[in-house]
């Protein structure tokens, strides 16, 4: 919801409770503005009351006639197969029991999308090493480690009819690069990240793609 989705009706409101009051307090250099001197100025604004009263009505309507013209495109691109692409963040642990963090990217979309770099967010916290990619029943071991965040060999199929979206599983290890948010008394420190998925969706045209989640990614202090 933007800004004049949120705040129209309540500035609408308040603008008309301020005209109001300048025209109840008789202050002559802004009185002027709204009535003449040879009129009753309070009496003629209530009696404008019902009109004023209407184009507000009308003001409040407009935005909400907008906001529900916004959800209907967003209905018709879900539909039509124009969505963006969603990322999932769990923390776990590999085959040689250290911890790593599985990123599952799943596309939405019709247009297939290629995953190409991801990073935590703020920087200098964590660095991700991607060690494996899994598309369907297809591993893509990842030979990057030393190369933070770089993915080689992630095309996802867009979106079919009647199908389940295509997923991507992909496997980083991690390596913390600043103090924890938080060391448990049982020696787990922990480290609260968004992880950022840069990509690109293909068709027609190239566009760039990112994607982001909220992750809390764990390891012995």
């Known amino acids: ?17 301020i005209v109001v009051m300048v025209v109840i307090s008789g202050f002559t ?3 002027s503005l709204f009535c003449r001197e040879d009129e009753i100025c309070l009496r003629e604004w209530l009696t404008a009351t019902s009109g004023w009263a209407a184009a507000l009505a009308a003001f409040v309507t ?19 197969g124009n969505v963006e ?10 085959e040689d029991f250290s911890p790593v963090a599985q990123i599952t990217v799943t596309n939405r979309n019709r247009r297939p999308l290629s995953v190409n770099y991801l990073e935590a967010v703020p920087i200098n916290r964590v660095k991700l090493f991607p060690h494996n990619v899994k598309i369907g029943e297809s591993d893509r071991p990842q030979e990057a ?3 933070p965040g770089t993915i080689v060999n992630c095309l996802m199929p867009g979106k079919e009819d009647g199908r389940l979206p295509s997923t991507a599983v992909i496997t980083c290890f991690f390596e ?10 049982d ?8 992880i ?5 969706l293909h068709g027609d045209t190239t566009t760039p793609c990112v994607i982001t989640a909220e992750a809390e990614l764990v390891m012995m202090s």
């Open 62 to 80: 407009l935005f909400a006639l907008r906001r529900q013209v916004a959800a209907q495109e967003k209905q018709i691109d879900h539909q039509l």
């Open 1 to 17: 919801m933007n800004f004049m989705d949120k705040w129209a009706a309540p500035i609408a409101g308040a603008i008309m409770i």
């Open 145 to 147: 480690f030393g190369l």
């Open 29 to 31: 250099p802004t009185r």
């Open 196 to 200: 950022v998925c840069h990509g690109r």
């Open 187 to 194: 020696g787990f420190a922990r480290y609260h990240v968004k």
């Open 176 to 185: 913390p690069e600043g103090e924890p948010d938080s060391d448990d008394a």
């Open 85 to 94: 692409p969603d990322m999932m963040v769990r923390c776990t642990v590999g």
